[in-house]
């Protein structure tokens, strides 16, 4: 469907329709239309101008007698050519800075926080994904003895994000053998991204000798040691008020997306795979995941050095886009200030 073909009254029908749904959530009829924008035409024009646009595929009617709603293609010429950005005023962009520094500065604790944010803001579901560490390259590492059967390896990335990991040795290390092996592996290491250490570590350090047992201890938790975070990946908020959504009112609606979200690495690999650079809008079918078919996903990419995550929100097609658009673009462009800016505090 080409947005060039519509005239300029059936992309203003259009536009209006899309406005009063998503504010109402009830079928729009031309009377509605008529009465509520001035458009200076006839209910019975505007009758006619939605019958075109249900022939287009872009609205339809749920019920015979009842007014008709936006179709997923709708919603798509909507937001690709008609939608008018709301921006944020300058007390709702403190208010969303603010909130997520309530918890702390640590990532995790930052992207829980931005997650309930979004979610509280939005009235979706809000979510947040980790940057990947996959990505990063090696700015340094550390080993610091815990007790003697234990050490620390924490794992400095380029962006200054760090990660830690706790190993079990087998036998007393001394802190100098500790200096010995991280000076090897920072001097071997340092500058390959984290997936090219996690690959190639064993062919690398295969002539490393004196300190062969911490190495071999090593290598052989490469994939604790240079994986991405894990279990913390993916963060989710907010789903108390999709219960409230008139579009989830259906048992088996509200059953799939519970479905996807107790399978957290699923939803995680769908947004990484969707996640272009910048803002993403994905809307019902345009999702290749069976439980988003009726819902819409509002993304945006931040960066921090060379890794990036993502943050977003999921809610029913239904949503306010323009307004909620513009809060997942400013929260993602905060996520890079305030992770890049927490990072370079600690340098310091």
């Known amino acids: ?5 519509l005239s300029e009254r059936e992309r203003q029908v259009l536009y209006n329709l899309v406005t009063h749904y998503i504010n109402s959530a009830d079928p729009v009829g031309s009377r509605v239309i008529a009465n509520r924008f001035n458009m200076g035409v006839s209910s019975a024009t505007i009758r006619n101008t939605l019958q075109d646009l249900e022939e287009l595929g872009l609205v339809e009617q749920p019920h015979t007698s009842a007014g008709r709603v936006p179709t997923h293609l709708g919603y798509r010429i909507y937001v690709d050519y008609l939608l008018k950005p709301e921006a944020l005023t300058q007390a709702e962009m403190e208010f969303i800075k603010g909130s997520i520094l309530l ?13 309930k944010v979004l979610g509280d803001i939005t009235r979706q579901l809000g979510v947040s ?20 059967e234990r050490i620390m390896v924490v794992v400095v990335v380029d ?29 071997r290491l340092a500058g390959l991204t984290l997936g090219e250490i996690r690959r190639t570590m064993a062919d690398r350090l295969s002539d490393v000798s ?14 604790r040691i240079w994986s ?22 259906e048992v088996n609606r509200i059953s799939d997306l519970l479905r996807l979200i107790g399978d957290q690495k699923m939803l995680s690999d769908f947004l990484d795979n969707s996640g272009e650079a910048g803002l993403v809008i994905t809307i019902g079918k345009e999702n290749k995941l069976l439980e988003l078919m009726n819902c819409s996903v509002v993304t945006s990419s931040y960066k921090v050095g060379s890794i990036s995550g993502m943050v977003g929100i999921i809610g029913p097609t239904r949503m306010p886009y323009s307004k909620l658009a513009s809060v997942v673009k400013y929260t993602a462009r905060t996520i890079t200030d305030v992770l890049s800016g927490a990072e370079e505090d600690k340098d310091d």
């Open 1 to 5: 469907m080409a947005f060039e073909n």
């Open 228 to 249: 991405d975070i894990g279990s913390d990946s993916i963060h989710m908020a907010g789903m108390e008020h999709l219960l409230h959504q008139p579009e989830f009112a």
């Open 210 to 223: 004196g300190q062969g047992q911490l190495v071999k201890i090593l290598i052989d938790t490469r994939q």
């Open 159 to 187: 962006s200054g994000l760090a990660k830690s990991v706790i190993i079990e040795i087998k036998a007393r290390i001394g802190d100098g053998e500790l200096r010995v092996v991280e000076s090897v592996l920072n001097e």
């Open 129 to 148: 994904i980790a940057p990947k560490f996959d990505e990063g390259r090696l700015r340094r590492l550390e080993l610091i003895p815990l007790t003697d």
């Open 103 to 115: 918890k702390g500065s640590g990532v995790d604790e930052i992207l829980g926080q931005t997650s």
